[in-house]
Each structure stands twice: as C-alpha cells, then as structure tokens.
C-alpha cells in the first residue's frame, strides 16, 4: 500500500497558510497545523477589550481556520523564546520593530523541532502560506532559501503557493506531492489567491493583505521603545505588550507615563491591574480607568490627576474630585482643573 504521506503547517490565521493546507489536502496529504503563540498577534486582544469594537467577530483566526479545514492545531507558547528574536535579530528589523526576516527562521526552526519531539506521530515535511514578494523584508526570493536553511528545514519545507518558483524539495522530487498541482503566486496582488479560495469554496477569511502582529505597527513600536527607554532596559513581560495594546499613552514627565482607556471596556480591563499599578480615576464625573507606569511622586498628583479629568465627563468643570490609589491600595484624593487639549501637550502622547 502507497504511504500517506504528513505534514505540518504553520496556521497564522490568515488566507495563504488557509489555502496552503487546502492545496495539500487536495492531493490526499494529511495535515496538522501549528501555531506559535509570542504575545504580539494582533487578534482577538483589542476587539475583545474595547466597546467601540464590539460589533467584530470575535474569533481566534489560528482556530477558526483549522476548523474549517477539519485539522488539528497544536498552540505553542513561545513568548520567553520569542524575546532574543525581537531584541537581538540577526537580520535586523523591518520599517519598525518588526524582525521578520528571523521571526520566520524562528517559527520554521521550532516547527522543525517539534516535528523531532513528536516522530513517534510520523511527520514528513513542514509547510508554509509564503508567497515570493508578498512581504518586503520576509518573502522574497533570496531569504527563501535562507529561512530553509537557517531554520534547519532545508528542502524538507514546502511552500505550496510559489512551489513552481522556487526549487524542487523533497516532497516534490520524492512524489509525495505533485508539483503541477501546486502553484506559481508571487508579488503583492492577492486576486489569485482570493480566486483560488473561491474555487475551494472558502468564503471567510482573515483579511488577506492584513499583518498578525503589531510589531510591523508604527504605533505600537513606538510605545515598545518608549518603555525601553524610559525604563533604560530591553526587558520586558507579557503584561507589559498586553498593556501596549491598550489606552491612550501619555507620558508627561520621564519619570511616569499615563495609559488612559479610552471606553467603558478598556476601563474595565485595566481595573485588572490595579494590584501592580498606581492606579487614577474621577470621583465627581464618569470619566476613563488610568493607570501609572513608572514613579509618580507626591508633587506630581495633581498634573497626574488634571490629566486624567481631561478625557472625563467632567473635561468643562470647573473641578473634578480624582481619587488616586497605589496598588498597596493608599488613597489620597486630589481636587484638580481639567487640562484642555490645548494643554495636553501633542508631544506628551507616545
């Protein structure tokens, strides 16, 4: 009897890896998928947190789309791995701190390990979405080969979606796979796949051209590295790229920065650190959750304190009651006129 033959896949949550598995599927090859989970992925996080996203689905992209390919996905936590490749990548970063170009050696070096860890199930090859000239740093046609072989998958990873562009792997020379059922996709126009996944019969999906990860965001890389610097270190800890997601990030002093919700939702996520973080919030108006990273010193309350009335129902008083609370919960309360915009400072937002 002919072996069938087992792959694993990299599953992002997005159409290319969708339709990589699918192409693979179709030549009767069975399919696991894998997700590795660093803290910075885009989804779920803030459409679950704020009011104003409500309205979104709610969904586990990674998940959902091993759902609708009927395989099984195996999450894995790489966080504390993750953090030598964003502060020390090799080949550098991309326009912000996004180190693409090792994120993907990373993620196809431990696919391959885990692949060594569970031979026992059988695995043959690895399998990616990438598609030459899609990402500017990532997906060209010379880091292809040097993800193959930095990440020590060498022609044991296939790429289903540019296969004709590239190389013959093992796969393919070995027959597990027919080459001319694969495909040619390069560059930056997502029709062919959109196309393709039509012929597939899939209807939803990920937004095609949408990034998973907020490290390729302006925004939050700027926030990043505003934390570095201001707590003169690289470290950092789940909690702290959880808090960068979130708020408005005002930092009117080097000693301390602000992170003011921005609705009822992110108010009430931020009460969930109120044990770490001095925490501030009106006494006399509705107004927003805030918390202190850093040091705020007594004579700093009240510009602390003037600060967050300003983005409270209370913003035209001529006085808010503002109650400030440190996480050993000593209270002091602090009567302030709001600051206007004008006086919030545009440089003070990080």
């Known amino acids: 009897m002919t072996k069938q033959h087992k792959a694993v896949a990299l599953i992002s949550g997005g159409l290319d890896s969708m339709l990589a598995v699918r192409v693979l599927q179709e030549q009767g090859i069975e399919v696991e998928g894998i997700n590795f989970y ?15 996203d409500k309205d979104k689905q709610k969904r586990n992209n990674a998940l959902w789309v ?47 390990e885990w692949v060594k860890n569970h031979h026992k199930d059988g695995f043959d090859f690895i399998v990616t979405g990438e598609v030459i000239g899609q990402r500017p740093m990532s997906q060209r046609k010379h880091t292809m080969p040097i993800i193959s072989e930095e990440s020590g998958a060498d022609d044991l990873l296939l790429r289903p979606l540019c296969a004709k562009n590239l190389p013959e792997t093992k796969p393919e020379r070995e027959g597990w796979v027919d080459r001319e ?56 800890e789940l909690d702290d790229i959880m808090l960068l997601k979130v708020g408005r990030h005002i930092r009117p002093t080097e000693e301390f920065k602000l992170i003011i919700a921005r609705d009822a939702g992110e108010s009430k996520f931020l009460e969930g650190y109120r044990k770490q973080y001095t925490s501030i919030h ?29 983005f409270g129902q209370g913003r035209s008083a001529d006085e808010v009651e503002i109650d400030i609370a440190t996480p050993d919960q000593q209270r002091q309360q602090v009567k302030t006129a709001p600051l206007s915009a004008e006086e919030v400072l545009q440089e003070w937002y990080v």
Request: with cysteine; glycine share 8%; net charge neutral.
């Open 282 to 310: 009106a006494l006399s108006h509705s107004g927003p959750m805030a918390l202190v990273d850093g040091e705020l010193k007594q004579d700093q309350y009240p510009l602390a304190a003037a600060i967050v009335a300003r």
């Open 66 to 112: 091993a759902e609708q390919l009927g395989i099984k996905l195996h999450i894995v936590d790489v966080i504390e791995e993750y953090k030598d490749v964003l502060l020390n990548p090799k080949h550098g970063y991309g326009a912000n701190m996004n180190p693409c170009l090792d994120c993907k050696i990373f993620m196809v070096g431990k696919a391959v």
């Open 38 to 52: 660093t803290g910075f992925c885009v989804e779920g996080h803030t459409h679950a947190i704020r009011n104003h």
């Open 181 to 236: 059922q694969l495909y040619d996709f390069h560059g930056r126009n997502r029709k062919p796949q959109i196309a393709l996944a039509k012929q597939f019969g899939l209807h939803d999906f990920a937004s095609p051209a949408g990034g998973c990860c907020f490290l390729t965001d302006k925004s939050y890389s700027d926030k990043l590295v505003d934390l570095w610097q201001a707590r003169n270190s690289r470290e950092y």
